[in-house]
């Protein structure tokens, strides 16, 4: 199945074609005129520039009126090989189309509501038939039971018309699309930017990007640092500047050689301040600790989860040789996924 972007918006236009497998691009002069363009030859020429496949409107009351304005756009420099014009279904319309199609100048009969337009158009060698699903289910109509026709009749018959599902309102029209078998599609781009998107695809991707940088990365690549260390010898007090200073919820106090004497964090802060304000002026040194929990620089970020799931903590303490290099958190781990 052909997919085309069905706009006139430059960004929008340029943003689908980087795709790289996109059709072509549908227009219309309502496009046109929403956007305020005033000069619709240039703007023809330019979008001729920048799709692989041009379907533009050709106008006219009577067949020899359409012809002539194929032709007059066509030697504004249009490539015929790249261009497909487009003629509302009329007599006028298919008889236009014969002599177009006659002459290798390709056409989208559109603005189709019945399998009757849509066989007088097939008849007349139409390029593309374009019946308006959205439209038609707007008024109340079976749509898609007309699309279904018009595919078995092309198919039955032989006819080398495509059928194009058009007048798409959302991602389901487009499954609806492929479902009939139809030859083409064209959409709007914020339908086309929908046709990947899955909430169970999103959150399998972010589980796979997350689990990828558990077992690549290394502690080391996640310190932000930051290494909140006071000396035994400092107060409670000093320890509470470094530890707020440093964002973190903790800090590492070393002995006199500079190796890791134990944690001190703010939950031990809060507990310490319960025996009153006095604490704050004690010396690190006067305090017990546990046995701090420290990980090396080049430990995976894996093995930094299942350690903080094990103990619990929220702060662990990064380490060489028992030196303080820093501290993680485990909102650094969250913050991968």
Same mark, same amino acid.
Request: aromatic share 4%; net charge neutral.
């Given at each position: 199945m052909e997919l085309y972007l069905d706009s006139v918006d430059f960004r929008e236009i340029e943003q689908a074609m980087k795709l790289g497998f996109v059709a072509g691009l549908t227009t219309t002069p309502t496009f046109m005129h929403r956007?305020?363009?005033?000069?619709?030859?240039?703007?023809?020429?330019?979008?001729?520039?920048?799709?692989?496949?041009?379907?533009?409107?050709?106008?006219?009351?009577?067949?020899?009126?359409?012809?002539?304005?194929?032709? =007059?756009?066509?030697?504004?420099?249009?490539?015929?090989?790249?261009?497909?014009?487009?003629?509302?279904?009329?007599?006028?319309?298919?008889?236009?189309?014969?002599?177009?199609?006659?002459?290798?100048?390709?056409?989208?009969?559109?603005?189709?509501?019945?399998?009757?337009?849509?066989?007088?158009?097939?008849?007349?060698?139409?390029?593309?038939?374009?019946?308006?699903?959205? =439209?038609?289910?707007?008024?109340?109509?079976d749509a898609l039971a007309l699309i279904e026709q018009c595919v078995k009749a092309v198919n039955y018959y032989g006819y080398s018309s495509k059928i194009m599902f058009s007048s798409v309102r959302h991602a389901e029209h487009v499954r609806n699309a492929i479902n009939l078998g139809v030859h083409a599609c064209t959409v709007p781009w914020k339908v086309m930017k929908a046709l990947t998107e899955n909430n169970f695809t999103t959150l399998g991707t972010q589980q796979f990007i997350e689990h990828t940088k558990l077992i690549t990365l290394r502690v080391k690549d996640i310190m932000n640092g930051e290494n909140p260390i006071v000396q035994a010898h400092q107060t409670v007090m000093e320890a509470l500047v470094v530890m707020t200073k440093a964002g973190f919820g903790a800090v590492t106090v070393v002995n006199e050689d500079g190796t890791v004497k134990g944690v001190f964090t703010d939950g031990d802060l809060r507990r310490t301040l319960e025996r009153g304000e006095d604490i704050l002026h004690k010396k690190m040194s006067e305090l017990s600790y546990k046995q701090p929990i420290t990980i090396a620089p080049q430990a995976l970020l894996f093995e930094a989860a299942e350690m903080f799931k094990k103990t619990q903590v929220d702060t662990i303490v990064v380490a060489d040789n028992n030196r303080p290099l820093g501290m993680i958190d485990v909102q650094d781990i969250v913050k991968l996924s």
């Open positions: 956007e305020g363009i005033t000069d619709i030859d240039g703007t023809i020429l330019k979008l001729s520039r920048m799709v692989p496949i041009l379907q533009v409107e050709a106008l006219g009351e009577t067949a020899d009126a359409i012809c002539a304005e194929a032709k =007059r756009l066509l030697s504004l420099g249009l490539d015929p090989q790249k261009t497909v014009f487009k003629i509302p279904v009329s007599l006028e319309g298919v008889t236009a189309c014969k002599r177009l199609t006659t002459e290798g100048i390709r056409v989208n009969i559109h603005l189709v509501y019945t399998l009757q337009q849509a066989y007088m158009a097939m008849a007349a060698g139409a390029t593309y038939i374009c019946p308006l699903v959205g =439209r038609l289910q707007d008024q109340g109509h």
